[in-house]
């Protein structure tokens, strides 16, 4: 991996890890398109700059983080589910960010959803992230366990069960960059831990690479939020849907039509 793919990378995930549209997803697609080839340090990669990604949250949102323990524990009762299924089905899951075919159907599948989530969970009862209950936090955990299969989203899923509780847009957003905190620094120190466990090492080059990735993915993430949250207050999910929806067909047509797409 050069310099210049690291950078691409890391802003396609400082774009969509808030969006609905699977940044795992989109960073599987550019790889393969890219031609960078699949081994311990590009998985690793992958997972770890989501680290610079989600610290833009914690920036954005300082005073929420330091505002009450019940805040930290209504996220750790929303995280348990996918730590619990994320330990269980860890090798399964790396099977399958390898696969395009897997990608491009959820992201088509995801898109037809998000058409109608607006009309589904229009009715909203709870405005605010100090409304939700710890039951509401645990189901939205469940919600996100979806998004271990790559082209999914973990925005998406974990919104889209956000306002199946009757959250407004806004507040299911929100709720949904703060569990990408506790979910993203868990799985990327679970990388960490299996990459030196296997024998691995980081060479300057590559700590190099880490390092760019993660800046880069911060600032862009930084910028991403601010406008995601404004375009779904106003315009809501049919556009994200359709975009999901072209580009999961696109996907799925070029494997039917014998193009290798798998990451090499």
Not at 15 to 29: C, D, K, Q, W, Y
Not at 150 to 169: F, Y
Not at 177 to 206: Q, R, Y
Not at 241 to 252: S, T
Request: hydrophobic residues 55%; charged residues 15%.
């Amino acid at each position: 991996m050069t310099i210049i793919q690291a950078i691409i990378l890391a802003i396609i995930e400082g774009l969509t890890e808030f969006l609905p549209v699977s940044s795992t997803g989109h960073m599987i697609i550019a790889s393969s398109a890219m031609g960078i080839a699949s081994n311990d340090f590009v998985k690793l990669f992958t997972v770890a700059i989501q680290l610079g990604a989600i610290l833009s949250v914690v920036v954005l949102y300082f005073k929420r983080f330091f505002k009450s323990l019940d805040f930290y524990y209504k996220l750790i009762v929303a995280f348990i589910p996918a730590a619990v299924f994320g330990l269980l089905f860890s090798k399964k899951i790396d099977e399958l960010m390898e696969s395009a075919l897997t990608v491009g159907i959820t992201l088509f599948v995801g898109g037809v959803i998000l058409l109608f989530v607006d009309k589904w969970f229009g009715k909203t009862d709870v405005e605010d992230e100090k409304d939700i209950n710890y039951a509401t936090a645990l189901k939205i955990g469940f919600f996100q366990c979806i998004a271990m299969i790559p082209g999914t989203s973990r925005s998406a899923a974990t919104i889209v069960g956000g306002m199946s509780q009757k959250l407004s847009r806004k507040a299911a957003a929100e709720f949904s960059f703060f569990l990408a905190v506790p979910t993203m620094f868990a799985a990327t120190a679970k990388k960490l831990l299996d990459f030196f466990k296997d024998g691995h090492t980081f060479n300057g080059e590559e700590i190099k690479l880490l390092v760019i990735g993660n800046v880069v993915a911060f600032i862009v993430a930084l910028l991403a939020i601010r406008t995601f949250i404004t375009f779904l207050e106003k315009k809501g999910f049919v556009l994200f849907g359709w975009y999901r929806i072209l580009v999961g067909a696109v996907i799925i047509g070029l494997y039917a039509t014998g193009h290798n797409l798998e990451i090499i």
